[in-house]
């Protein structure tokens, strides 16, 4: 079947049409993304009404490109997806509503999507990777541990106790002058840099509790930056290639614990599969670090391609499909969901974080 998939949640506007067969493969027909950071830029972050007014100056169009893209036509779909939750409220509105009105036009079902749960079943539609799984969700608003039980059934085991890791990025590039999004330039930077220069902390490394924190790492670069002020270069550099070898370290250990927990739940006559998703998962020296810890527990390590880490429609209608196959449409009541957990059952960590 072929479904229309729409995300507006943040600051891309992107469509996809994606098909998935009766065995479960899936196939990326066309897939559009516009970012708009450069309306944010001057800001120094997302301003949410520019971004929801954005989404509405384009999406129709982008729509129209996808279907062109794909070589297909409204009457060949057999589902549309938009994004619902969680994000800006008033993106979502523009994605869902748009969503609605083509499936009400159409009389196509209408698939409310999850973000966080299109992010985390990308790897089903780019290497058939199938629950259960462990997941490692690291994206510019959550940084979460799952277990993917099943389409639909997520459970969460940690979750960042103050700021996301794709958050910690964003914030660590603006402190040292580097451009938006943070993630690729603190990557960039770090490139030429020496990660061993600056002592900085590896945020909850040996805890036994199972959580995230990166808002004490991200101030303890401002503090070493603010010591060698003006920063050349070089200790850009140094300062980028040392804050991600601290979020590398953390983020191993964390992993590894959540490892040693889960174990037993996966099953033993097959490989355990290890996934990476959302947009810091584009990250090289994260992906590579966990590569390690994976081989280190026995697992198999799989990210969906660098691409498809950061938002797109892909993912979204590739979810909007998983969920139509096991006859889960959604309603046009169906609301928005600016907060919007995958696991409602999951014990909250204290602070923040959904
Ligand atoms: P969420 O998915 O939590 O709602 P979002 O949709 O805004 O948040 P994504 O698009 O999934 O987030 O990811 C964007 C985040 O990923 C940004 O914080 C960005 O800096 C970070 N990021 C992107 N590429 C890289 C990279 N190569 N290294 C590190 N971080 C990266
Ligand atoms: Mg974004
Ligand atoms: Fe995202």
């Known amino acids: 079947s072929l479904v229309?998939?729409?995300?507006?949640?943040?600051?891309?506007?992107?469509?996809?049409?994606?098909?998935?067969?009766?065995?479960?493969?899936?196939?990326?027909l066309s897939n559009v993304v516009l970012s708009q950071f450069d309306k944010h830029a001057i800001y120094g972050g997302v301003v949410p009404e520019?971004?929801?007014?954005?989404?509405?100056?384009?999406?129709?169009?982008?729509?129209?490109?996808?279907?062109a893209e794909a070589k297909i036509g409204f009457s060949d779909l057999s589902g549309i997806a938009a994004a619902?939750?969680?994000?800006?409220?008033?993106?979502?509105?523009?994605?869902?509503?748009?969503?609605?009105?083509?499936?009400?036009?159409?009389?196509?079902?209408?698939?409310?999507?999850?973000?966080?749960?299109?992010?985390?079943?990308?790897?089903?539609?780019?290497d058939g990777v199938r629950p259960p799984y462990l997941m490692l969700l690291v994206s510019g608003g959550h940084t979460q541990l799952l277990l993917v039980e099943d389409v639909g059934r997520y459970r969460r085991l940690a979750t960042t106790i103050d700021d996301a890791l794709g958050e910690?990025?964003?914030?660590?590039?603006?402190?040292?002058?580097?451009?938006?999004?943070?993630?690729?330039?603190?990557?960039?930077?770090?490139?030429?840099?020496?990660?061993?220069?600056?002592?900085l902390p590896r945020p909850m490394a040996g805890r036994e509790d199972p959580h995230f924190s990166f808002a004490g790492l991200k101030t303890a670069v401002r503090h070493a930056a603010a010591k060698i002020a003006p920063l050349s270069a070089t200790d850009v550099a140094d300062l980028c290639a040392?804050?991600?070898?601290?979020?590398?370290?953390?983020?191993?250990?964390?992993?590894?614990?959540?490892?040693?927990?889960?174990?037993?739940?996966?099953?033993e006559d097959r490989p355990k599969p290890f996934v990476v998703a959302g947009g810091v998962a584009a990250n090289k020296v994260l992906r590579t670090a966990l590569v390690g810890v994976s081989e280190d527990f026995g697992f198999t390590f799989h990210a969906p391609p660098l691409g498809l880490c950061t938002d797109n429609g892909a993912m979204i209608a590739w979810a909007g499909a998983e969920r139509l196959a096991l006859g889960l449409a959604d309603g046009l009541q169906a609301p928005v969901r600016p907060r919007w957990p995958l696991d409602p059952d999951a014990v909250k960590a204290t602070g923040a974080g959904v």
Request: aromatic residues 2%; hydrophobic residues 45%; proline residues 5%.
């Open 4 to 28: 229309l998939g729409i995300e507006t949640s943040c600051d891309e506007t992107a469509v996809a049409v994606v098909e998935r067969r009766a065995d479960g493969q899936g196939r990326i």
């Open 50 to 67: 520019i971004a929801a007014r954005a989404h509405t100056d384009c999406l129709d169009r982008l729509v129209q490109v996808a279907l």
């Open 84 to 126: 619902s939750g969680p994000g800006l409220i008033g993106g979502l509105i523009v994605g869902a509503t748009t969503g609605k009105a083509l499936a009400l036009a159409t009389g196509k079902p209408f698939l409310a999507i999850n973000h966080l749960e299109a992010h985390a079943l990308t790897v089903g539609l780019t």
């Open 168 to 199: 910690a990025y964003d914030k660590t590039a603006k402190l040292l002058g580097l451009p938006m999004p943070g993630g690729p330039s603190v990557e960039k930077a770090a490139l030429s840099g020496n990660p061993k220069r600056f002592d």
């Open 242 to 267: 040392s804050f991600q070898a601290a979020v590398c370290e953390s983020v191993a250990d964390r992993v590894r614990r959540a490892m040693r927990v889960t174990l037993s739940s996966l099953p």
